[in-house]
């Protein structure tokens, strides 16, 4: 009899929002058999491929064994941290303080995220199909956002090194943190956090864990993905 496994996780393996779930499962420790990874990959015309069964809406997206969806990355490192609290280190605060931090970091990441988003949408080859008004003054204008974002992190966390909460293991602003700075650096070729100290030691001690190598991108994209929008 074949078991069936109990949660369904829809991903693209080197999507930055997918990437934050992926990173979180290995880091964790959460054994392959617990969760059934699915993945798609993006056709050249913006939609996805792969499983035909997939309910429409980005990814990650979580299934659970009674079909309920969770559609949103975080809402999804959530939900996991309670279904495994029993495996590795805590993630998602053991105190009212330490949640509330660690909440108030992953909002100031997703600021970060979007407002990356916007900037490479506007600066990027990869993106000019797609939107066709891409603009020098809003790719600065969202670059300056993100910045801001990303120095208020490192202001919050300058009395502590390596993880951003200052101790042994790291906890989910560094999952979604690390996501946002590898794929920008590696896919996209941007230089993302390298002025701020803070987060290039953030980012050396993240780079040294198991699990955290880079995935594969698809390399026809890569090379378009860091090209830059010739007037920028
Ligand atoms: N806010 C969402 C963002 C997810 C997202 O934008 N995912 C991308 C892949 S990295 C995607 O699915 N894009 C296609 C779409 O939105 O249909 C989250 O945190 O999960």
Redesign the pocket.
Known sequence: MQLQSPLKLWV?RW????RRVLLYLKIKGVPNEDIEIVNMEFTATGG?SGDPDKPA????MLQLEDGSLI????GILQYLEERFAHIGSNMSGTSALERAQIRDMCSLV?EAAAQTHVYMSHASKIFTRLNPHQSKVEAERSEALRDKALRTLADWTSDTRGFLMGGENPTLPDIVLFALMQSYRVFYGDDIGKSMPRLEDFYNKMSGLDGTEAPEYPAHMESIAKQRVVEL
């Open positions: 693209i999507g930055p929002y997918p996805m809406g980005s990814v990650p559609r949103q990355s975080m997703d």
